[in-house]
């Protein structure tokens, strides 16, 4: 789906399509919040912008940095659509 540790998405499913990415920006790293658990503070999100082959922009974070295992469990999430 991705080669890690930077590169966005190849692909993704969203509402049962599969979608090719053409284009994507990022990744945007964001790091945990120290202050709210101890597991947080290893918590890391990778946020990319992507356009698939039909030209919809969306927001995709990875979960983790995609090398150690106690940043995020590695798994893909939408996190909004742009209109």
């Given at each position: 789906?991705?080669?890690?540790?930077?590169?966005?998405?190849?692909?993704?499913?969203?509402?049962?399509?599969?979608?090719?990415i053409?284009?994507?920006?990022?990744?945007?790293?964001?790091y945990?919040?120290?202050?709210?658990?101890?597991?947080?503070?290893?918590?890391?999100?990778?946020?990319?912008?992507?356009?698939?082959?039909?030209g919809?922009?969306f927001?995709?974070?990875?979960?983790?940095?995609?090398?150690?295992?106690?940043?995020?469990?590695?798994?893909?999430f939408?996190?909004?659509?742009?209109?």
């Amino acid at each position: 789906m991705a080669l890690l540790p930077d590169n966005p998405p190849t692909h993704f499913t969203w509402r049962g399509v599969r979608r090719r990415i053409r284009r994507a920006d990022g990744p945007e790293r964001i790091y945990g919040e120290w202050g709210r658990r101890d597991a947080e503070m290893w918590a890391v999100r990778d946020y990319f912008q992507v356009e698939d082959e039909a030209g919809e922009r969306f927001w995709l974070f990875r979960a983790g940095d995609g090398l150690d295992a106690r940043t995020g469990s590695q798994a893909w999430f939408i996190h909004g659509r742009f209109g």
